[in-house]
T-cell receptor, first 116, second 116 residues
């Protein structure tokens, strides 16, 4: 089975500073990786995905992620954090295909807190 | 438009009640999902429907009964739930067979369920 790990339960960043939310993966075969964000009492919002191609993936709201095959990592980054970025972030890996659906395995989540 | 609509937003039910959660999407997606999420935890997959057929049941207790009446609609029927079933129930959808492994799952805002 495929898996992802998010080693940090919480990340604190000052507004305007760069942020990084870490994710490492373990897969057999090609990795299909995703980042989602969840604001309080809301569903998950898709940010970006890595399938193949460029190791730097650009996504929504100014986020990007760097895929590193040798380190089996897929860290989420943003050059300048906003207070409104404070939320729960999930890394996920495609863990199988069934019929026309794909099965995702999520990491444990990282709470990002951006302070003034 | 990437909207998945879930109703109701909140639901309180007793352990002897029968209720239903509803999920709707009009993106032409052919795979639909139910997840259960506890506070600050990742979503846990419950069911996957692919082309209106149940393709995954993650050993969910029979007090949860999914139904997919058509390609746009997904229901979750609830009966004789336990207090530990209180959670945020999320619905998601994705395209289907076209590029299935790479497809993005789009989530609704969820139904916050409290079982008394």
């Amino acid at each position: 089975a495929q898996s992802v790990a998010q080693p940090e339960d919480q990340v604190n960043v000052a507004e305007g500073n760069p942020l990084t939310v870490k994710c490492t993966y373990s897969v057999s075969g090609n990795p299909y990786l995703f980042w989602y964000v969840q604001y309080p009492n809301r569903g998950l919002q898709f940010l970006l995905k890595y399938i193949t191609g460029d190791n730097l993936v650009k996504g929504s709201y100014g986020f990007e992620a760097e895929f590193n095959k040798s380190q089996t990592s897929f860290h989420l980054k943003k050059p300048s954090a906003l207070v409104s970025d404070s939320a729960l972030y999930f890394c996920a890996v495609r863990d199988g295909v069934t019929g026309g659906g794909n099965k995702l395995t999520f990491g444990t989540g990282t709470q990002l807190k951006v302070e003034l | 438009d990437t909207e998945v609509t879930q109703t109701p937003k909140h639901l309180v039910m007793g352990m002897t009640n029968k209720k239903s959660l509803k999920c709707e999407q009009h993106m032409g997606h052919r795979a639909m999902y139910w997840y259960k999420q506890k506070a600050k935890k990742p979503p846990e997959l419950m069911f996957v429907y692919s082309y209106e057929k149940l393709s995954i049941n993650e050993s969910v207790p029979s007090r949860f009964s999914p139904e997919c009446p058509n390609s746009s609609l997904l229901n979750l029927h609830l009966h004789a739930l336990q207090p530990e079933d209180s959670a945020l129930y999320l619905c998601a959808s994705s395209q289907g067979w076209v590029g299935v492994a790479k497809n993005i799952q789009y989530f609704g805002a969820g139904t916050r369920l409290s079982v008394l």
